[in-house]
């Protein structure tokens, strides 16, 4: 299985965020995050560690139980991988390298496609059987175009702002007057506020995507792990965020984070939280209640998991769509339209969605909403998360999805379709009780077959129980319904 989101609680797997000086072992992504299987009696099941930053096994094979003792073998073992995972540069390294090949003549500058970098002029015939391009200096500011897109699905899905986007997104902060934009796993953000040369703006990428580390200097770019609050650079990368969250002169910080959809919400807000932390700190305003100004860009149906843990956001009906994204594109032309929303916690009034988009201000909520969300007086708010007008049901005493109708034998309102409690003999699933699924079509069947099957190889230390089933995103689609 992988460790998603979407899964984690039909596996009832919790993250155990880390405690003050405990430490956890590491993989090449940093300090792993500790899991906690809980089953369906509620009893809590055996710890484990496992890595914070792949979700599949198949990029980051850490495992590790809690209380196990790891041979002096499998750490040397663990200890070469991370060294083998190193970058083939170091971040000064790409810094110097940039600024060469910068001052090269154009018929010089290269990009090797096989390996993601620039050469320099005496690597040309190393790389001479690769596929490489010529690099304009056009082109060279736009990183994003010519970096192929990351697109193993479930680690490090690179999905890029389309222009429509990226360009809200900037006006809207210039607008409000911030004037440096810490960028957490944006890269095509950053790339725009250098682009648009929008002088005193700065901005600072974090990502763990190193190759982004050979376009900008040292104080534009931290290889960072959103998921555990890990620089790859040591202290010297954590004082570059330091010195950027230093609000000098007014200069007035937000930060916008664009993470992997099937990302963790809680190691997340984590994560986002200590950024604010230290913001605070450097501060010294004295007022600890105030947050660092942020924009987490992440789909709607996660909206109770992201507002249970970061209670101050609050979710706008903006529809953030992406270039190379099949599906998660701007509605209107009958395209589908992308579950993708802002959760901030800037006043909402203050976020002007655009009017040409469909977007209007709806006085009684004070924010902006899409043209098809309709103020409902009896809910008093407007209620629909996903651009289409929902219907309020009396007997639910709440608004709900147009699709959906009132079924009086579950006593809610759901799909025409749905497993009903009463409706030909099923239950919704016996095994986990969730009323989407019958029991055949659990996953956590699979889950605990795969337990039995490791239970009974007595002798041999039962690996990595939770590996079997791969719930792929469509798999993330039909459990949320977003559609
Ligand atoms: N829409 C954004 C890109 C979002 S894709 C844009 O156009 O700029 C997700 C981004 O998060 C990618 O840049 C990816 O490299 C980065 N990322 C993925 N996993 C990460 C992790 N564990 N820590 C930090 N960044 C991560
Ligand atoms: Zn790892
Ligand atoms: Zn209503
Ligand atoms: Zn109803
Ligand atoms: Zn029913």
């Given at each position: 299985m992988e460790i998603s989101e979407a899964n984690m609680d039909s596996f009832g797997i919790e993250v155990i965020l880390p405690e003050e000086g405990k430490t956890a072992p590491r993989c090449p992504h940093g300090p792993t995050l500790l899991f906690e299987k809980v089953d369906n009696g509620g009893n809590k099941g055996r710890r484990f560690y496992a890595c914070s930053a792949c979700r599949d096994r198949k990029d980051c094979g850490f495992f590790q139980w809690e209380d196990e003792k790891v041979s002096k073998a499998r750490m040397l073992a663990r200890e070469a991988e991370m060294l083998s995972k190193r970058p083939r540069f170091t971040q000064q390294e790409c810094c110097s390298r940039f600024v060469q090949f910068a001052s090269l003549p154009f018929i010089e500058k290269k990009f090797c496609e096989d390996c993601q970098i620039l050469l320099l002029p005496a690597e040309h015939s190393a790389h001479s059987a690769h596929r490489t391009t010529a690099v304009t200096a056009a082109q060279l500011r736009r990183p994003s175009i010519l970096l192929c897109p990351l697109?193993?699905?479930?680690?490090?899905a690179q999905y890029l702002f389309t222009d429509r986007s990226a360009h809200f997104l900037l006006d809207t902060l210039v607008g409000l007057g911030y004037k440096k934009v810490l960028c957490v796993g944006t890269p095509r953000l950053q790339e725009l506020i250098k682009l648009r040369n929008l002088e005193p703006m700065k901005s600072l990428l974090l990502d763990i995507?190193?190759?982004y580390a050979q376009f900008y200097s040292q104080d534009e770019f931290c290889h960072y792990n959103m998921f555990n609050h890990h620089f790859f650079g040591g202290e010297a990368s954590r004082a570059v965020l330091d010195a950027f969250l230093t609000e000098a002169d007014g200069e007035q910080v937000v930060m916008v984070a664009d993470p992997p959809?099937?990302?963790?919400v809680k190691p997340l807000a984590n994560s986002f939280s200590l950024i604010s932390q230290t913001w605070k700190k450097l501060r010294n305003s004295g007022d600890s209640n105030i947050d660092i100004p942020i924009i987490w860009i992440f789909p709607y149906f996660f909206e109770p998991r992201i507002l249970e843990c970061l209670p101050a956001l609050t979710m706008l009906d903006y529809q953030v769509d992406y270039d190379n994204h099949p599906l998660y594109k701007h509605g209107k032309t009958g395209r589908r339209q992308s579950p993708v929303r802002l959760f901030t916690n800037i006043l909402p009034k203050q976020v002007v969605l655009p009017r040409e988009e469909g977007y209007r201000f709806c006085s009684m909520c004070q924010r902006y909403v899409c043209s098809l969300n309709k103020h409902c007086t009896k809910c008093n708010l407007c209620p629909s998360k996903d651009g289409r007008e929902w219907k309020h049901c009396s007997a639910c005493g709440k608004c709900v999805k147009p699709s959906w109708s009132h079924c009086t034998s579950c006593g809610r309102c759901a799909l025409p379709d749905h497993p009903c409690r009463q409706g030909d003999g099923g239950n919704g699933c016996f095994s986990c009780g969730s009323l989407e699924h019958q029991r055949k079509a659990c996953p956590l069947r699979d889950m605990r077959r795969k337990n039995r099957d490791d239970k009974s190889?007595?002798?041999?230390?039962?690996?990595?129980?939770?590996?079997?089933v791969q719930l792929s995103y469509s798999n993330i689609r039909n459990n949320f319904r977003i559609f």
């Open positions: 697109d193993n699905k479930k680690s490090n995507d190193f190759r959809f099937g990302g963790l190889s007595p002798g041999k230390p039962s690996k990595q129980p939770i590996v079997s």
